[in-house]
C-alpha cells in the first residue's frame, strides 16, 4: 500500500510538472494574402497573393515553437480581396470548435492585409470564447527582401499565449503593433504600417515576445455578443454605395432591384446623400431594406438625426463604424431583427 501511494504521489507530481511547463496550444489557421505571397524575384514589387502554404509560412519562423505548441491548418489559400461569407462562416465556426471543443489556449489567423479589418470584425462579433483570437499578415510577399510576415507571424504568436490579450476581442497584429477589431483600419496601400486604430489608437503592442497592452475595448465582443453564425450557412446580403458629388442613384436602384437586405451608404460628410440617392434610399426603407448611413470620411462618427432625420426615415447610423465595418455589423444584426431601432441599438453597442 505505501509502495503504491509512493508511486501515485511520484506520478502526480510528474504530471504538475509537466503541466507546468507545457506550452500553450496555439492552432494557426491560413488564409492565403501577401503572407503567403510569392514575388518574380525577392526585389520586385510584383506579387501574387496566396501562393505558399501553411508549411512554408510556419518553417520561415521556427522560433514561434519556443512560444507555443504550434499546429497548423490551411482554411482556404486567396487574396484577401476575395474573402466572403462562405470563408467567414467556415472560419468562424472552426474558430470556436477550436476553443471550445478542442482545448486550444489561442488562435492566430494569417490572412491578407485588404480585408483583414472586416474579417476581424465579423470574428470579434461571433467567436464565443475569450482566449485570444489575432490575425496576422505583411505587406511584403514571402520571399521579398526584408519580408515582414515572419515577425508579424512570431508576434502574433507571442499575443496568443499572453494572458495580456484574453477577454481583448479579436485583435490584429502587424507592424509590432495590436489593433482591436472594432477600430483597426488599413490606411496605406503598399507602406508595412499601414494599419492604425482609428481616433483611439492601438490597443497594444509587441515587443521582445512580449504583449503589451494599453488599453480595453469598450464595446461589445466575442463572449458577450448575441450574435450566432453556428446553425447559419449564408448571411443577409448587404451591399456598399459611395457618395460624392452629383451621384448616380443607379448602384444603389441594382441593390434594391436585386433584393438586398440591406444598404450602407458611404456617404459625404456626416453619411449625407445626393439628393437623387436620397429618394431611392427612402423608398427602399419603405420596402423592408435596411439604411445605414455612413461616411467616407477616414474619422469622425456618422451621428444620428444629424443633418439627417433618421428617425422619420428609419435610417441607422454607423456611428463609428466605416462603411466596410457597418456592413458587417448590419449583416449580423439582420439574422437578428428587421427592427430599425433594434439595430440602431446595436450600433451603439458593437
Ligand atoms: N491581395 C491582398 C490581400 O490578400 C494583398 C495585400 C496583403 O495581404 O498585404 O489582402
Same mark, same amino acid.
Given at each position: 500500500?505505501?509502495?503504491?501511494?509512493?508511486?501515485?504521489?511520484?506520478? /502526480? *507530481?510528474?504530471?504538475?510538472?509537466?503541466?507546468?511547463?507545457?506550452?500553450?496550444?496555439? $492552432?494557426?489557421?491560413? /488564409?492565403?494574402?501577401t503572407?503567403? @505571397? &510569392?514575388?518574380? /524575384?525577392?526585389?520586385?514589387?510584383?506579387?501574387?497573393?496566396? =501562393? &505558399?502554404?501553411?508549411?512554408?509560412?510556419?518553417? *520561415?519562423?521556427?522560433?514561434?515553437?519556443?512560444?507555443?505548441?504550434?499546429?497548423?491548418? =490551411?482554411?482556404?489559400?486567396?487574396?484577401s480581396?476575395?474573402?466572403?461569407?462562405?470563408? %467567414?462562416?467556415?472560419?468562424?465556426?472552426?474558430?470556436?470548435?477550436?476553443?471550445?471543443?478542442?482545448?486550444?489556449?489561442?488562435?492566430?489567423?494569417?490572412h491578407g492585409t485588404d480585408t483583414m479589418e472586416e474579417t476581424a470584425y465579423?470574428?470579434n462579433?461571433?467567436?464565443?470564447?475569450?482566449?485570444?483570437?489575432i490575425l496576422a499578415g505583411s505587406m $511584403? +510577399?514571402?520571399?521579398?527582401?526584408?519580408?515582414d510576415?515572419?515577425?508579424n507571424?512570431?508576434n502574433a504568436?507571442?499575443a496568443?499565449?499572453?494572458?495580456?490579450?484574453?477577454?481583448m476581442g479579436v485583435l490584429c497584429c502587424m507592424n509590432n503593433q495590436l489593433l482591436d477589431a472594432k477600430t483597426v483600419i488599413k490606411t496605406h496601400t503598399i507602406d508595412c504600417d499601414t494599419f492604425e486604430g482609428g481616433p483611439s489608437g492601438i490597443i497594444g503592442y509587441v515587443y521582445? @515576445?512580449?504583449a503589451h497592452l494599453l488599453q480595453s475595448p469598450i464595446n461589445?465582443?466575442? !463572449?458577450?455578443?448575441?450574435?450566432?453564425?453556428?446553425?447559419?450557412?449564408?448571411?443577409?446580403?448587404? @451591399?456598399? &454605395?459611395?457618395?460624392?458629388?452629383?451621384?448616380? +442613384?443607379?448602384?444603389?436602384?441594382?441593390?434594391?432591384?436585386?433584393?438586398?437586405?440591406?444598404?450602407?451608404?458611404a456617404?459625404?460628410?456626416?453619411?449625407?446623400?445626393? !439628393?437623387?440617392?436620397?429618394?431611392?434610399?427612402?423608398?427602399?426603407?419603405?420596402?423592408?431594406?435596411?439604411?445605414? $448611413?455612413s461616411s467616407r470620411c477616414p474619422t469622425g462618427p /456618422?451621428?444620428?438625426?444629424?443633418? &439627417?432625420?433618421?428617425?422619420?426615415?428609419?435610417?441607422?447610423?454607423a456611428?463609428d463604424l466605416n462603411p466596410q465595418k457597418a456592413?458587417v455589423?448590419?449583416?449580423?444584426?439582420?439574422?437578428?431583427? $428587421?427592427? %430599425? =431601432?433594434?439595430?440602431?441599438?446595436?450600433?451603439?453597442?458593437?
Amino acid at each position: 500500500m505505501k509502495q503504491l501511494k509512493s508511486i501515485l504521489l511520484v506520478a /502526480t *507530481a510528474l504530471l504538475v510538472t509537466v503541466s507546468l511547463n507545457a506550452k500553450p496550444k496555439i $492552432r494557426i489557421i491560413a /488564409t492565403g494574402g501577401t503572407i503567403a @505571397g &510569392v514575388s518574380t /524575384t525577392s526585389a520586385s514589387s510584383a506579387y501574387t497573393a496566396g =501562393q &505558399v502554404g501553411i508549411q512554408t509560412l510556419l518553417d *520561415a519562423v521556427p522560433q514561434i515553437l519556443n512560444l507555443a505548441d504550434i499546429s497548423g491548418e =490551411q482554411l482556404v489559400n486567396i487574396g484577401s480581396q476575395d474573402m466572403n461569407d462562405e470563408v %467567414w462562416l467556415k472560419l468562424s465556426k472552426r474558430v470556436n470548435e477550436l476553443l471550445n471543443k478542442e482545448g486550444y489556449d489561442g488562435v492566430v489567423i494569417t490572412h491578407g492585409t485588404d480585408t483583414m479589418e472586416e474579417t476581424a470584425y465579423f470574428l470579434n462579433l461571433t467567436v464565443k470564447s475569450d482566449k485570444p483570437v489575432i490575425l496576422a499578415g505583411s505587406m $511584403r +510577399p514571402s520571399n521579398a527582401i526584408s519580408a515582414d510576415g515572419p515577425a508579424n507571424l512570431y508576434n502574433a504568436v507571442a499575443a496568443a499565449v499572453s494572458p495580456n490579450c484574453k477577454g481583448m476581442g479579436v485583435l490584429c497584429c502587424m507592424n509590432n503593433q495590436l489593433l482591436d477589431a472594432k477600430t483597426v483600419i488599413k490606411t496605406h496601400t503598399i507602406d508595412c504600417d499601414t494599419f492604425e486604430g482609428g481616433p483611439s489608437g492601438i490597443i497594444g503592442y509587441v515587443y521582445n @515576445g512580449e504583449a503589451h497592452l494599453l488599453q480595453s475595448p469598450i464595446n461589445r465582443h466575442t !463572449k458577450n455578443s448575441v450574435f450566432d453564425v453556428s446553425k447559419l450557412e449564408e448571411l443577409p446580403k448587404v @451591399g456598399i &454605395v459611395y457618395g460624392y458629388a452629383n451621384a448616380s +442613384p443607379l448602384p444603389m436602384k441594382a441593390f434594391v432591384d436585386a433584393k438586398f437586405d440591406g444598404i450602407v451608404l458611404a456617404g459625404v460628410g456626416d453619411g449625407n446623400f445626393y !439628393k437623387d440617392v436620397f429618394e431611392v434610399a427612402v423608398e427602399a426603407q419603405k420596402e423592408g431594406i435596411q439604411i445605414v $448611413r455612413s461616411s467616407r470620411c477616414p474619422t469622425g462618427p /456618422t451621428c444620428l438625426n444629424s443633418e &439627417v432625420d433618421d428617425e422619420k426615415y428609419h435610417f441607422v447610423a454607423a456611428l463609428d463604424l466605416n462603411p466596410q465595418k457597418a456592413r458587417v455589423l448590419l449583416m449580423l444584426a439582420l439574422t437578428k431583427t $428587421r427592427d %430599425w =431601432q433594434e439595430i440602431q441599438k446595436f450600433f451603439m453597442e458593437y
